[in-house]
C-alpha cells in the first residue's frame, strides 16, 4: 500500500477543508451558499474518508473551492449531489474544453513590464546564480513545471482584485512590490525556485483575502534572491516576537474573533524560542 499517496489525500482534504471554511460564508448570493451545503455534507460524510474515494472526494473539493473562489456556483454544483455514488468529475464535463478567464489573464506579463534587465529575472536563491539547469530540462520535469506556472497565474487572478481593496497605502505598495517580485521567478527557473515563488504566492492570497497584508508581507521583499518561505517567517518572527499585547498581529487577530457576551478573550502567542523579558533575563543553559 503506498501510504505516501495516501498521506498526500489527506494533506489536500485538510487544505480543502480548511479553505472551504474561511471562503463558503463569503459566497454573494445567499442561493449559492445554499447550494454548497449538501455539497459539503457529501463529500465530508464518512463513506469519502475510505481509501478508495478519497481522489475522486479530493477533485470534487477542488472544483467546488474554485467555483467559490470565483464566487459562483454552477455547472454540476447547480443542483444538489445524487443520493448514491457521485460521479467521476471528469464524465461530468463533454464537450470540447473552454478556456477559463484566468487562463489568458495578462497579469504576470504586465508586472514584468517596463522591469531594467537586471530586475526583471530574479537570482535562483538555491543555486545562487540565474538557474536554468539540466535537471530540469529532463522530459519528467517538464508537467510539473508548466503545473507551477498555470498555479502561479492562477493565483495572480484570484489576487489582483483583493489587492485593490486593501484600505491601507502603505499595504497596497508593498504587495505590489511582492507580485512584482515574484513574477520575475519566471517560467525558465527551476522546479525549486518555482515552489517557493507559490509558497509566497499563496501565503499572500490568504492574507489578502482576509484584506491584510501581515508577516514577512509586512516589509517589502528583498532585491536579491528570495528564502525559502519558511526562513523568511523565522527571521521575521526573531526580528518581530509577540511580546506586546498592543501589536499589530494582536490586534489582528483579536479583531476577528466573536466578542463574548460573558467572560474575555486571551491573546497568547507561543514560540519555539525564549524571548528576553522582565520574567526572563537569560535562556537557561538546557532546555527542558
Known amino acids: 500500500m503506498n501510504y505516501e499517496h495516501l498521506d498526500a489525500m489527506n494533506t489536500e482534504f485538510i487544505y480543502y477543508s480548511t479553505t472551504l471554511k474561511a471562503i463558503a460564508p463569503t459566497l454573494s448570493g445567499v442561493e449559492d451558499r445554499a447550494k454548497v451545503v449538501p455539497w459539503i ?4 460524510g464518512p463513506e469519502y474518508q475510505a481509501m478508495f474515494f478519497r481522489k475522486k472526494r479530493n477533485k470534487y473539493l477542488l472544483h467546488l473551492t474554485l ?19 457521485l460521479t467521476n468529475v471528469e464524465d461530468l464535463q463533454p464537450g470540447p474544453r473552454v478556456p477559463a478567464k484566468w487562463e489568458s489573464d495578462t497579469t504576470w506579463e504586465r508586472l514584468l513590464e517596463g522591469l531594467s534587465p537586471e530586475r526583471a529575472s530574479m537570482m535562483c536563491s538555491l543555486h545562487n546564480r540565474n538557474c536554468n539547469l539540466e535537471e530540469d530540462k529532463d522530459p519528467k520535469n517538464v508537467l510539473p513545471s508548466a503545473l ?19 484600505i491601507v497605502a502603505e499595504d497596497k505598495a508593498k504587495v505590489a512590490s511582492w507580485l512584482q517580485a515574484l513574477a520575475t521567478i519566471r517560467s525558465t527557473a527551476c522546479l525549486g525556485m518555482k515552489g517557493i515563488r ?4 499563496q501565503n499572500l492570497l490568504g492574507y489578502l483575502i482576509d484584506l491584510r497584508a501581515t508577516g514577512p508581507f509586512q516589509e517589502y521583499p528583498p532585491t536579491t534572491a528570495l528564502p525559502t518561505l519558511q526562513d523568511a517567517a523565522s527571521n521575521y518572527a526573531s526580528r518581530h516576537p509577540f511580546t506586546d499585547p498592543a501589536s499589530k498581529e494582536a490586534n489582528d487577530f483579536l479583531v ?12 497568547v502567542a507561543v514560540s519555539g524560542d525564549l524571548t528576553e523579558t522582565n520574567l526572563v533575563a537569560t535562556k537557561p543553559e538546557e532546555s527542558f
Do not use: H, S
Request: aromatic fraction near 16%.
Open 41 to 44: 455534507k457529501k463529500l465530508f
Open 67 to 85: 467555483k467559490i473562489m470565483k464566487d459562483e456556483v454552477d455547472g454540476i454544483f447547480k443542483n444538489p449531489p445524487v443520493c448514491g455514488a
Open 148 to 166: 507551477l506556472d498555470l498555479e502561479f497565474r492562477y493565483f495572480l487572478y484570484l489576487a489582483r482584485p483583493y489587492a485593490a481593496l486593501l
Open 198 to 201: 507559490n509558497d509566497y504566492m
Open 256 to 267: 476577528g474573533q466573536p466578542i463574548p457576551e460573558n467572560g474575555a478573550i486571551c491573546y
